[in-house]
Nanobody, 117 residues
Framework: QVQLVESGGGLVQPGGSLRLSCAAS????????MSWVRQAPGKGLEWVSS????????YYAESVKGRFTISRDNAKNTVYLQMNSLKSEDTALYFC??????????WGQGTQVTVSS
């Protein structure tokens, strides 16, 4: 059974950093794009980033480009999102998903990121 478990969220001050992790199981991790999607309070879903199956191609929303870095360790079935220079606008529930920007088939339960002073 497909399982995605996000971790690493928390409270951080503006300008700070967090590293999110997503541990995947129940499917052949190396065959799929992986993505991060977020939802701010009272807002809709916003695609954040995607990474190709072997990590060779990465894509970012303009709002996070230059600040966030997506990566994956296929030996550990884990995808990461390194978030630097965090802003209050980054406050959201962050979801790990199986698939690319337009093909999200499985979702985790999310990890909360709150950026506040």
């Amino acid at each position: 059974q497909v399982q995605l478990v996000e971790s690493g969220g928390g409270l951080v001050q503006p300008g700070g950093s967090l590293r999110l992790s997503c541990a995947a199981s129940g499917f052949t991790f190396t065959n799929y794009y992986m993505s991060w999607v977020r939802q701010a309070p009272g807002k809709g879903l916003e695609w954040v980033s995607s990474i190709y199956s072997d990590g060779s191609h990465k894509y970012y929303a303009e709002s996070v480009k230059g600040r966030f870095t997506i990566s994956r360790d296929n030996a550990k079935n884990t995808v990461y999102l390194q978030m630097n220079s965090l802003k209050s606008e980054d406050t959201a529930l962050y979801f790990c998903v199986v698939g690319g920007r337009y093909d999200s088939n499985y979702w985790g339960q999310g990890t909360q990121v709150t950026v506040s002073s």
